[in-house]
């Protein structure tokens, strides 16, 4: 089977993704893609940009596409309609924009334009065939909060069409590259516990709770070291530059690594992974440290109590927000005594089942059993 991975915000994860299949999938997947910037611009204009990439002959017509959900999918399929109306279409959503939290510093919502970009994400459903969430939290998210967004216009909300979106709508984890970070293993630090931040520097993450916990923590002559990876955009949080001189005399290394030999290495080295996130459709970041040895502690919510049911890794949560930097100290004071071994083990079993060994197999064959023309 022929098919085209439709990516009009190539950058990141979505590569990441989208390679990954590219490589262990057993069909032809070719990738269609535009740079993954100006994330705005790509959901309202790349349809346009890659509906001319066929038009002028640079693809011809798969018997699948496989769309990201940063492309308006109802609008590349009208610029299609000549030479594609009975090809199939499969939505794959990374991450949404009704339910994704705003940034304090995005003037969007206040002028009502974030709807917009909402109602992309679900003409996109819509006009797909078969719509796939990364997990079932994404899923549930997603399709019960659309009958309240519906509400905010005017008449016409035609609700009677979200029965047919649940119909359609799948769980397909996200496939990764797991077992690759067994190549770059190196051996942990020894000493003082160090604790990893490997997330974007943005908003969402919630970089203010994860260090004013460690200023805390440290003022409180609690020993831990500090990596701090992830990558930093034009608007990052001040609470960064604040941690690189408060935390100065405890920090192993600070900044994004362009290598990804030395970005893993790191991981390896890191002890604990205190997650503080307000979003996370997935958690790829935390599963790769996870994967690598790191003891996660982490937030009730999100995909994370999917990755770690309960009640068998109940240890790795905290209750609520209240409840973080009382079990980060806990952690970090008893971690000489604690018997913190197990942990990476059991931790990896858990999640072994996202490496593309077992993910690629899985989306190859719901495409043949499902569109493969007989």
Same mark, same amino acid.
């Given at each position: ?18 390679? @990954?299949?590219?490589? /262990? ?10 740079? @993954? ?7 309202? @204009?790349?349809? +346009? =940009? ?7 002959? $640079? ?31 499969v939505a794959y ?9 705003? =940034? ?8 009502? !334009?974030?709807? /917009? ?65 067994? &190549? ?51 608007? &990052? ?15 192993? /290394? ?14 390896? !080295?890191?002890?604990?992974?205190? +997650? &503080? =996130? ?7 970041? +935390? ?12 937030? #009730? ?10 009640p068998e890794f109940?240890?790795? $949560? ?51 059993? &499902?569109?493969?023309? #007989?």
């Amino acid at each position: 089977m022929r098919i085209h991975i439709l990516e009009p915000f190539f950058g990141e994860s979505h590569k990441h993704w989208a390679k @990954g299949y590219q490589h /262990h999938s057993c069909h032809d997947v070719e990738i269609v893609a535009l740079p @993954g910037s100006y994330w705005k611009w790509r959901m309202m @204009g790349g349809a +346009v =940009s890659m509906a001319r990439k066929y038009w002028e002959g $640079f693809f011809s017509v798969p018997d699948l596409w496989l769309a990201s959900d940063m492309l308006d999918l109802a609008t590349f399929l009208g610029l299609m309609r000549k030479q594609a109306e009975r090809v199939p279409v499969v939505a794959y959503f990374h991450e949404n924009q009704l339910t994704y939290p705003w =940034s304090p510093h995005d003037e969007d919502p206040l002028i009502g !334009r974030d709807l /917009h970009y909402a109602f992309i994400n679900y003409t996109t459903a819509l006009a797909a065939d078969m719509i796939c969430f990364n997990s079932q939290w994404h899923r549930d998210v997603f399709l019960d909060a659309l009958p309240n967004f519906l509400r905010r216009f005017p008449d016409r909300r035609e609700r009677g069409l979200l029965e047919g979106l649940h119909r359609k709508a799948k769980v397909l984890p996200l496939g990764m590259e797991l077992k690759a970070l067994d &190549t770059w293993r190196v051996a942990r630090h020894g000493g003082a516990p160090v604790v990893l931040w490997n997330h974007r520097w943005e908003y969402d993450k919630g970089p203010e709770a994860f260090f004013q916990a460690l200023f805390q923590l440290a003022e409180e002559g609690i020993a831990f070291r500090v990596v701090v990876l992830g990558e930093a955009f034009a608007r &990052t949080p001040a609470i960064f530059a604040k941690a690189r001189e408060k935390l100065a005399d405890r920090i192993l /290394h600070w900044g994004f690594v362009s290598s990804r030999q030395e970005y893993v290495q790191w991981l390896w !080295r890191a002890d604990l992974l205190p +997650v &503080t =996130s307000q979003q996370d459709f997935f958690g790829i970041s +935390v599963l790769e440290a996870v994967w690598c040895g790191c003891r996660p502690l982490l937030p #009730k919510r999100l995909a994370y109590v999917e990755h770690f049911p309960q009640p068998e890794f109940e240890p790795l $949560f905290y209750e609520n927000d209240e409840a973080f930097l009382p079990r980060l100290r806990q952690l970090l004071q008893q971690w000489h005594i604690d018997t913190q071994q197990h942990w990476p083990a059991k931790c990896r079993c858990a999640i072994a089942h996202y490496d593309w060994s077992v993910q690629a197999p899985a989306y190859d064959a719901l495409w043949t059993t &499902t569109y493969e023309r #007989k």
